[in-house]
T-cell receptor, first 115, second 114 residues
Framework: AQSVTQLGSHVSVSEGALVLLRCNYS??????LFWYVQYPNQGLQLLLK??????LVKGINGFEAEFKKSETSFHLTKPSAHMSDAAEYFC?????????????FGKGTHLIIQP | ETGVTQSPTHLIKTRGQQVTLRCSSQ?????VSWYQQALGQGPQFIFQ???????GRGNFPPRFSGLQFPNYSSELNVNALELDDSALYLC?????????????FGPGTRLTVL
């Protein structure tokens, strides 16, 4: 079975500071990894995904994530936080051949941006 | 290009009733997945439909059922509603049913069971 752990249900950073949201996964087969963002009262929007090509993945809005197999991690970063980044962020995993099993999500990290 | 749409936006039901939620896929997408998101939690996979057939299901009881129509729109039906069914229900469409395919989410339907 696969699972996702997001460390820190809430992360607070100052505007302009580095954003680091942590995600660790558990999968017995090669994973596909995703980061989604959810703004209040909205659905989920894909930020980026890893599908076994380059381990450093660049996404929208200046976000990027690095797949580290040895650490089973896929942390999300952004060099400089903006007020508009305040939202809920979800890490999700699927696996090769497991398309019909849907995505397995973490519990989410609420990102707070302080002025 | 029209994105994924869901209706209704909000719904209030009482315990024991039945509910139907609707989803229109993004143009060209033949796969629809449904998720339940309880307050403060990540979405949980309910089931997936590919070309009108259910081809995957999460850990949800049979009173959660669905349909996909020839135009790839979809319905989620929940019978015998329980208080714990109160949640945001998200529909996502994708170009195919592959694990690497990006799922595009709708805004969700907020269901409250009293």
């Amino acid at each position: 079975a696969q699972s996702v752990t997001q460390l820190g249900s809430h992360v607070s950073v100052s505007e302009g500071a580095l954003v680091l949201l942590r995600c660790n996964y558990s999968s017995s087969v090669p994973p596909y990894l995703f980061w989604y963002v959810q703004y209040p009262n909205q659905g989920l929007q894909l930020l980026l995904k890893y599908t076994s090509a380059a381990t450093l993945v660049k996404g929208i809005n200046g976000f990027e994530a690095e797949f580290k197999k040895s650490e089973t991690s896929f942390h999300l970063t952004k060099p400089s936080a903006h007020m508009s980044d305040a939202a809920e962020y979800f890490c999700a995993v699927s696996y090769v051949g497991g398309g019909a099993d849907g995505l397995t999500f973490g519990k989410g990290t609420h990102l707070i941006i302080q002025p | 290009e029209t994105g994924v749409t869901q209706s209704p936006t909000h719904l209030i039901k009482t315990r024991g009733q039945q509910v139907t939620l609707r989803c229109s896929s993004q143009s060209g997408h033949n796969t629809v997945s449904w998720y339940q998101q309880a307050l403060g939690q990540g979405p949980q996979f309910i089931f997936q439909y590919y070309r009108e057939e259910e081809n995957g299901r999460g850990n949800f009881p049979p009173r959660f059922s669905g349909l996909q129509f020839p135009n790839y729109s979809s319905e989620l039906n929940v019978n015998a509603l329980e208080l714990d069914d109160s949640a945001l229900y998200l529909c996502a469409s994708s170009l195919g049913g592959g694990a690497a395919d990006t799922q595009y989410f709708g805004p969700g339907t907020r269901l409250t069971v009293l």
